[in-house]
């Protein structure tokens, strides 16, 4: 079952990192590509075979999701893995944030 929860954990965290602009764009080709062995005619173990056959292209989703998350820049996998992810929703296209307050004037 814990190898399940980090599946689940990860596809999260890859679905987080996708929507982050700060994340290069050919790298967020890399989740996507293991469906294309899922979809292809050709496998390693024919999907034929029950159990064994669907067992290849979870490792290859698997394989996926951890190059892509082995590849996204430390400093913003740890901002991720630290839970400080307040800051980057609110960031401009430098990365800073700008707090301020507003009031309504009515005349």
Do not use: C
């Amino acid at each position: 079952m814990g190898m399940l929860a980090k599946l689940y954990n990860h596809l999260r965290l890859v679905i987080k990192l996708i929507k982050d602009p700060r994340v290069p764009g050919l790298l967020k080709v890399i989740p996507f590509l293991p469906l294309l062995y899922v979809i292809w005619p050709i496998d390693f173990i024919p999907d034929l075979i029950p159990g064994l056959g669907q067992l290849d292209d979870l490792g290859a989703i698997i394989l996926g999701l951890e190059m892509f998350l082995k590849m996204v820049p430390t400093h913003i996998m740890a901002e991720y893995e630290s839970g400080d992810t307040t800051n980057t929703a609110n960031a401009g296209p430098s990365g800073n944030v700008v707090d301020g307050e507003y009031r309504e004037v009515r005349k």
